[in-house]
């Protein structure tokens, strides 16, 4: 079942605007994952996390690894509109198994 | 250049007519894997190959069948699809890490 909560689901904000989601679990991950799916396309990985407080920034991305392996964050500052899509966070399960937050769906006003 | 492949992209069909979607990576990655998008539900796992003839089910294996014969190719199969599997399907593939998937461009399912 669903491991992963991830918020809000939705955002409407301004461009020039900065955006922060969430993921929480109630189990602890040893790898935190950031996805973005533009319209019409499958998801694209933006960020790998690897080490719990690990902060790591990918242009105007940066995510966090919690300190208890149970939660990450991503921020996007100034937006665009480029970055309207759906994010999803994820982490890795077993040896192989991938399992993804329900995404927050990002809409941009010009 | 790099991809993963999906057919068809667009399909409409009718409850207990058999469909396959094909899935394809010409990058040699040994796992790949299907995923079902639904509003509010995210992406979950339909079923995942480790290499050429290993498969498992993931979270939401009903209804589906799938192979891994060679390599590259890892085809999705609705013996008798049903409305409930309305849906957006992607495959996606990884050599090694799974966190670090490939998606496809999804392939969106219809059936009345």
């Known amino acids: 079942g669903q491991q992963l909560n991830q918020s809000p689901q939705s955002m409407f904000i301004q461009e020039g605007e900065d955006v922060s989601m969430n993921c929480t679990s109630s189990s602890i991950f040893n790898t935190w994952l950031w996805y973005k799916q533009d319209p019409g396309e499958g998801p694209v990985l933006l960020i790998a996390l690897y080490k719990a407080g690990e902060l790591t920034s990918n242009g105007r991305l940066t995510a966090q690894f919690g300190i208890t392996r149970k939660d990450s964050f991503l921020n996007i500052s100034a937006s665009i509109p480029s970055d309207v899509g759906i994010y999803f966070c994820a982490v890795i399960q077993g040896a192989q198994k991938l399992v993804f937050g329900q995404g927050t769906r990002l809409t941009i006003n010009p | ?112």
């Open chain 2, 1 to 112: 250049e790099a991809q993963v492949t999906q057919n068809p992209r667009y399909l409409i069909t009718v409850t207990g007519k058999k469909l396959t979607v094909t899935c394809s990576q010409n990058m040699n990655h040994e796992y790949m894997s299907w995923y079902r998008q639904d509003p509010g539900l995210g992406l979950r796992q339909i079923y995942y190959s480790m290499n050429v003839e290993v498969t498992d089910k993931g979270d939401v294996p009903e209804g589906y069948k799938v192979s891994r014969k060679e390599k590259r190719n890892f085809p999705l199969i609705l013996e008798s699809p049903s409305p409930n599997q309305t849906s957006l399907y992607f495959c996606a593939s990884t050599r090694g890490v799974a966190g670090e998937l490939f998606f496809g461009e999804g392939s969106r399912l219809t059936v009345l």
